[in-house]
């Protein structure tokens, strides 16, 4: 293969989606939309997450060092477009009917509707000039029945959940569908 250099960009190398559910002072639940997560190893797996700029999210993680991370799939890509697209700090964000409950294990808002849930706890803040990288550990994983259950095939329970990837400033299906750019699901979410 012949490759040129270009500058720094993940362009081709796609990510997969999760929804952060923080709580602020007031209790009120917070969801924004992240891509720059993966998994450490320290013994047992852990989470690390990259956090760029000034958002809401981050504010309430570093008040409570808590978070939950949600898988999103393709039933959840227009809210998770709308929550990835409106800044926490906006009042009218968390007005829309979203459903959720409280992790098993900490004090951090499950979003009912993703198949795959992560509770973590943050254990190390890594500040950089414009970001945060956090290392979490996982102190629970929630996973919906259908996948926990000791029937089928992974290939068939990924096929029924779609996750959905994003690369190139688009989302993708599980099957490589271009699911639309950056911006463009959220002009669906329902009320
Ligand atoms: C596809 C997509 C992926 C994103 N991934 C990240 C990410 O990994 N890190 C980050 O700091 N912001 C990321 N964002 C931006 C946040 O979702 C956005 O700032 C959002 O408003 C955060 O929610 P909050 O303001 O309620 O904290 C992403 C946005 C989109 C559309």
């Given at each position: 293969m012949s490759k040129i250099s270009i500058q720094p960009?993940?362009?081709f190398c796609p990510?997969?989606?999760f929804l952060y559910g923080t709580y602020d002072d007031q209790g009120k639940a917070d969801f924004g939309l992240?891509?720059?997560?993966?998994?450490?190893w320290d013994g047992e797996l852990g989470v690390m997450a990259c956090i760029g700029g000034n958002k809401l999210t981050k504010e309430n993680i570093h008040k409570r060092k808590v978070?939950?991370?949600?898988?999103?799939?393709e039933a959840l890509l227009p809210l998770a477009d709308y929550l990835g697209n409106i800044p926490g700090h906006s009042p009218e964000k968390m007005k829309r009917s979203i459903e959720t409950e409280m992790g098993r294990v900490l004090p951090v808002p499950i979003l009912t509707a993703s198949p795959v849930a992560f509770e973590l706890e943050v254990k190390q803040f890594i500040p950089l000039q414009d970001g945060e990288v956090m290392l979490c550990a996982?102190?629970?994983?929630?996973?919906d029945e259908s996948l926990a259950k000791n029937e089928g095939s992974s290939s068939e329970k990924l096929n029924a959940?779609?996750?959905?990837?994003t690369t190139c400033r688009h989302y993708y299906s599980w099957d490589g569908k271009d699911l639309g750019a950056w911006g463009e699901p959220m002009s669906k979410v329902g009320g």
């Open positions: 960009t993940n362009d990510q997969t989606l992240f891509c720059w997560f993966s998994y450490i978070f939950s991370a949600n898988l999103v799939t996982i102190r629970n994983v929630l996973q959940i779609a996750p959905v990837h």
